[in-house]
């Protein structure tokens, strides 16, 4: 808003208007210039911009989806969804690695790299002193070839760890936690040898160069000690550790598994919650990553957790009524399909989780239509009928139909809608098959062929 404090005639002046079609010489009453008049310039400005950057995600994705991440690093609600939107575009975004990533996320041919400046407690200084390292010598060929040739004042433990744990030193060993066990070892042998050196002292094969022992050659970081042998880091440890690093999973995800058969049982995605309506069950496979307690004062229990999915994340609540019946599922780190509804008060999206199941245990009914019966209008009606006395009361039934429409060439899964969820598995497979529909249980976990 603006106060108009003097005012003078120009003549007739071209101007760009918002293109009112009667006099208005843009004032309230109070003297101040009414805030929504824009000239048409600044739409146009807008348009442009518009313009340029579809054009260079049409012709230039790779290049365009890079510097989207490079400028939104630091927004962890908007990479993960940026991430998606590669996967979408069949543009991979590969783990950092120390070997080829820069400071920024870099375009390849088909893909993009994950940039080292992304890394938590990886600062800038420790970069800069890799790239030099690498630039000088190239690349790394074990942690101990690392740790040799870069300065350990500036690029620290704890630097090291990070981007072992999130993945950015697989090209040196696939095995993490065989390398953070041997960090420790092998960074204090290159302070001593770096000692040594300041002093003019080296080992007998930085003086011969290399040992030749018939054919092999030992250098000096060949005989770098190393901790007994372990077991590497099982698969959820790696994907919590990346997720702690990256603010989000890079080489996988927990719910990836069922992202096929999870996108049939539950179409709607946190990216789009905002614009689903009100007051209607949606159901979401999400994954719990935080976890908040709380007792009301009534003494019930509830609790106010972080949600994710493959395309974005929310903040969900379970009141104490629901919290009763499901408080055993709702844990960090579970994979759960929830049902519930979006409430909007305070100027903020909330998902109100009124039942949820872990995805294990989530489980549906797998009936086959052919094609022609697709449109027999009283095959319909018994399917209907068939379904509807199988149907229990309100949240009761949770297990979805799923109808497969067989043709001769090709099938397609479709979810049929939550007013034909049905109460038990077994008995609503047995129903189908006795009305002459093919019908067979089935659960989340389960790959399903088209």
Avoid at 129 to 144: H, M, T, V, Y
Wanted: net charge negative; proline share 4%; hydrophobic share 40%.
């Amino acid at each position: 808003m603006v106060k108009i404090v003097r005012r003078r005639s120009l003549g007739i002046q071209t101007v760009y208007d918002i293109g009112v079609t009667q006099d208005h010489n843009f004032l309230i009453q109070s003297g101040v210039v009414a805030s929504n008049c824009f000239n048409k310039s600044h739409s146009t400005a807008y348009g442009y911009v518009t313009f340029q950057t579809a054009y260079l995600k049409a012709n230039y994705p790779v290049e365009y989806m890079a510097a989207l991440l490079t400028a939104n690093s630091g927004d962890q609600d908007k990479i993960p969804r940026y991430i998606t939107t590669c996967l979408n575009m069949s543009i991979n975004v590969e783990p950092p690695d120390i070997n080829r990533s820069g400071v920024d996320f870099t375009p390849l041919e088909h893909s993009i790299l994950f940039g080292l400046s992304a890394v938590r407690n990886v600062g800038q200084a420790a970069i800069d002193n890799i790239l030099s390292a690498r630039d000088e010598k190239g690349p790394f060929q074990s942690l101990a070839d690392l740790c040799d040739r870069i300065d350990p004042r500036v690029v620290n433990k704890r630097a090291l760890e990070a981007l072992i744990q999130c993945g950015g030193m697989d090209c040196l060993d696939l095995n993490r936690n065989q390398l953070v066990q041997d960090l420790e070892i092998i960074l204090d042998w290159a302070q001593s040898r770096a000692r040594d050196k300041a002093i003019g002292q080296g080992s007998i094969f930085d003086m011969m160069g290399s040992s030749n022992n018939g054919s092999v050659q030992v250098s000096a970081v060949d005989s770098a000690p190393k901790a007994a042998p372990v077991a590497d880091f099982p698969e959820g440890e790696k994907l919590r550790l990346e997720k702690e690093l990256l603010g989000f999973y890079i080489s996988n995800h927990p719910l990836r598994e069922v992202e096929k058969t999870g996108r049939l049982m539950a179409p709607i995605s946190l990216s789009h919650l905002e614009s689903q309506p009100d007051n209607i069950t949606l159901s979401a496979i999400v994954l719990l990553t935080e976890v908040k307690p709380i007792v009301t004062k009534k003494g019930d229990r509830m609790a106010i957790v972080q949600i994710e999915d493959l395309t974005g994340k929310a903040e969900a609540v379970v009141f104490p009524k629901s919290f009763e019946r499901i408080g055993e599922h709702i844990i960090a780190d579970r994979r759960l399909m929830v049902w519930g509804k979006v409430d909007r008060r305070d100027d903020r999206n909330q998902f109100i989780i009124d039942d949820a199941e872990p995805i294990e245990d989530v489980k549906f009914v797998m009936v086959e239509i052919p094609a022609q019966d697709a449109g027999n209008i009283q095959r319909q009606q018994q399917l209907k009928e068939v379904l509807r006395s199988q149907a229990g009361e309100g949240l009761g039934a949770k297990v979805s139909v799923v109808a497969k429409i067989k043709g001769d060439r090709q099938s397609q899964l479709v979810r049929l809608g939550a007013q034909f969820r049905v109460l038990d598995q077994n008995t609503t497979v047995a129903a189908l098959n006795n009305a002459g529909f093919a019908a067979m249980a089935s659960h989340l976990m389960q790959e399903i062929s088209v």
